[in-house]
């Protein structure tokens, strides 16, 4: 079954230091998502991306944070600069088509861990 | 605004227990209902979902029923096994124009014992 790949498995930085977290969709999907879940938190919606544009972003996805799809398969999320409080689990998702999840289920990767130290 | 609640964990149960989860919602609509699995080591996985009042969801011998008048979706086995160890999360989504922006609880982790 098509799944959801993120790279890296756990990514650690510098406070400061920019940051890009890569996933790959599945391939027939439109609809790409990043989530993160703060160690012991919940997990939180970031972004909604589709047709090379951002669809809806929460009140965390503040100007420090951008996503990319810069080719046919990759979809990124940067953080320029990165905070301590950055530190945690991003989840990448994709989905075939819009609606209300029970039409599109998300998949979504093994998510990228990061550090900031 | 919309929120999901969900039973602390861990929870501990020997193999053949009986399993609840509590998951209670906030909704200002009509909210999907689905419950999300972690397995150690992986990614989240949809283990199933509801749509509307009074449908039940049902996946791998789990079982979960949308209760609008109590605005709960708990989710049940009656026969847990050692590889249901895991992370459960309960979600909701609406229709907001946006896509599948989903609402997570903060997941129960759930620890079989043989």
């Known amino acids: 079954e098509p799944e959801v790949t993120q790279t890296p498995s756990h990514q650690v930085t510098q406070m400061g230091q920019e940051v890009i977290l890569r996933c790959v969709p599945i391939?027939?999907?439109?609809?790409f998502y990043w989530y993160r879940q703060i160690l012991g938190q919940k997990v939180e919606f970031l972004v909604s991306f589709y047709n090379n544009e951002i669809s809806e972003k929460s009140e965390i996805f503040d100007d420090q944070f951008s996503v990319e799809r810069p080719d046919g398969s990759n979809f990124t999320l940067k953080i320029r600069s990165t905070k301590l409080e950055d530190s945690a689990m991003y989840f990448c998702?994709?989905?075939?088509?819009?609606?209300?999840?029970?039409?599109?289920?998300?998949?979504f990767g093994n998510g990228t861990r990061l550090t900031v130290t | 605004g919309d929120s999901v609640t969900q039973m602390e964990g861990p929870v501990t149960l020997s193999e053949e227990a009986f399993l609840t989860i509590n998951c209670t919602y906030t909704a200002t609509g009509y909210p999907s209902l689905f419950w999300y699995v972690q397995y150690p080591g992986e990614g989240l996985q949809l283990l199933l979902k509801a749509t509307k009042a009074d449908d039940k969801g049902s996946n791998k011998g789990f079982e979960a029923t949308y209760r609008k008048e109590t605005t709960s979706f708990h989710l049940e086995k009656g026969s847990v096994q050692v590889s249901d160890s895991a992370v459960y999360f309960c979600a909701l989504s609406m229709f907001s124009g946006g896509y599948n922006k989903l609402i997570f609880g903060a997941g129960t982790r759930l620890a079989v014992h043989p």
């Open positions: 998702a994709s989905s075939a088509d819009r609606g209300r999840g029970y039409n599109s289920p998300l998949h």
């Open positions: 391939s027939n999907h439109l609809y």
